[in-house]
Nanobody, 117 residues
């Protein structure tokens, strides 16, 4: 079994910052998670991509977060991070970690991010 455990969500005022972390654990020996990334889902909306990072560090961002969010990963720890700066109320959502492997994709349980105006 593979688990993705997220942390770092919470309530913050507009303009503030949060850092999300997602660590893979369980039977992860020899699994290559590529890419790892973050998605989010706001109430009444579909889940959307926020950012992805590959094993070699290539990144991809949604236009709405470019210049404000930074994704990074620690390959040795199978951990992915999302640094979120200049947060806006429209960033409010449940944020999900996702890790792709050769045979299947894995999702975290989600962490709530709420940005107050």
């Amino acid at each position: 079994q593979v688990q993705l455990v997220e942390s770092g969500g919470g309530l913050v005022q507009a303009g503030g910052s949060l850092r999300l972390s997602c660590a893979a654990s369980g039977s992860i020996f020899s699994i290559n998670f590529n890419p790892m990334g973050w998605y989010r889902q706001a109430p009444g909306k579909q889940r959307e991509l926020v950012a992805l990072v590959t094993t070699d560090g290539t990144t991809n961002y949604a236009d709405s977060v470019k210049g404000r969010f930074t994704i990074s990963r620690n390959n040795a720890k199978d951990t992915v991070y999302l640094q979120m700066n200049s947060l806006k109320p429209e960033d409010t959502a449940v944020y999900y970690c996702k890790a792709d492997s050769r045979f299947r994709d894995y999702w975290g349980q989600g962490t709530q991010v709420t940005v107050s105006s």
